[in-house]
């Protein structure tokens, strides 16, 4: 199996870190665990879209496990956050930048690495985004939440679009820094221009009903209980 260049890589450590800063943030704010729980979603969050997505293909140690960087960034980020988490809210917008950075590049290399492997344009272009996401989605399931990357800012949808980037670069011969750059690039702005303007995938019709100003899901139920109320 081919290396990733030298940039590549130092951005896919970044992305490690940050996802591993995400997790961890999110165990703090929101389901308020210790430091163990803290850390586990810290490295879940970092490593676990990768993970599921070599166990799939048959890379046996996955990769998360056969470098020691990776690991020790996850929970390097899940201590950080652990520790810093009533000051990071200053670092809101840094986080959320590099949070897109790590999704374009887990994205792009998990479609190399799954075509690597011998895999068709289509399951290389789903475990390219499975990289991307899944790590994101194990830990909202933990905690008992809907995966955020189904209803909130575009998310996955960025991540699909730099892995079929990727994989057609591929496939045409053409890969390589400037092409894996190039659909990274597209998968960052995607994401940002989500961000900035609160965009979201289309949901089926009359559905907006169900979601607040943010797009997030309301409870309906607690909403007919307000109206009785009333």
Sequence with gaps: MTSEPPLLLALDLAGTFVFGLNGALTAVRTARLDIVGVLALAVITALGGG??????????????????RYLALAVGGGVVAFALSRWLDRLETPIVLLDAVGLSVFAVIGTVKAL??????GPAILLGAVSAVGGGTIRDVLIRQ??????????AIPALVAAALTAAAVRTGIYGLPAALGAAAVCFAIRMIGVRFHLHAPGPPGAGRFHDRHGH?????????RDDDS
């Design 51 to 68: 993970i599921t997505r070599d166990v799939l293909i048959g890379a046996i140690p996955p990769a998360a496990f056969d470098d020691w």
């Design 116 to 121: 690597e492997f011998g895999l068709g344009l």
């Design 146 to 155: 809907i995966p955020s990357v189904l209803h909130s800012d575009l998310y």
């Design 217 to 225: 899901p309301r409870d309906e139920a607690r909403d007919d209980r």
